[in-house]
């Protein structure tokens, strides 16, 4: 489970994403280029899809956390997922 501090981090990290616009789906596939190299059309709209859980075409803080944790625990080689 994240601690406070890290729900915090996570907060702050998706508030500098989207300080240019909100975070629709073309923001967001750049955003997973740059930051994971991911060039895979399909994983990048799925990828898209399960943060779009409302399907608004827009990316809000709370789903947004809520995958940010997964990144962070799969790029950290973290077995801990809750």
Do not use: P
């Not at 989207?18 to 629709?24: A, F, P, R």
């Not at 073309?26 to 190299?37: A, G």
């Not at 059309?41 to 779009?52: S, Y």
Request: glycine content about 6%; hydrophobic content about 40%.
């Amino acid at each position: 489970m994240l601690t406070f501090f890290q729900v915090k981090a996570l907060l702050a990290i998706y508030k500098r994403l989207i300080s240019l616009g909100k975070m629709d789906r073309l923001r967001f596939r750049e955003i997973l280029y740059s930051m994971f190299n991911i060039t895979d059309d399909i994983i990048l709209d799925r990828t898209f899809g399960a943060f779009d859980g409302d399907n608004q075409g827009s990316v809000g803080a709370l789903s947004n956390s809520k995958y940010l944790k997964s990144f962070y625990q799969i790029s950290t080689n973290t077995n801990e997922y809750h």
